[in-house]
């Protein structure tokens, strides 16, 4: 593994990680308020196409953060939707 790829997924990590608590406290309390539709929708189609471009260029730190980030996001809006 190259630098340039621990360097990659170090990044996907923390930024990964800085997201997870967030998410986590939504999904628990199903509290969607603070959340606006049309910023998460974007939000989780820009994520969406962060993990297909990762997947299409072979980017495993891509590939990798996105796809985390998109289940936690997926699910976000599908309560922002479900519990307005």
């Known amino acids: 593994m190259n630098t340039i790829t621990i360097i990659g997924l170090v990044a996907a990590f923390c930024t990964t990680l800085s ?7 939504t999904i628990r309390t ?5 959340i606006s539709l049309s910023m998460y929708g ?3 189609l820009g994520t969406f196409l962060w993990l297909l471009f990762g997947a299409l260029s072979s980017n ?3 590939t990798a953060a996105n796809f985390v980030t998109l289940i936690f996001a997926a699910i976000i809006l599908f ?4 519990y307005k």
Not at 79 to 82: A, H, L, V
Request: no cysteine.
């Open 60 to 62: 495993i730190p891509v």
């Open 42 to 44: 974007l939000f989780t």
């Open 79 to 82: 309560y922002k939707i479900k």
């Open 19 to 25: 997201f997870l608590p967030q998410a986590i406290k």
């Open 30 to 34: 199903k509290d969607t308020s603070g």
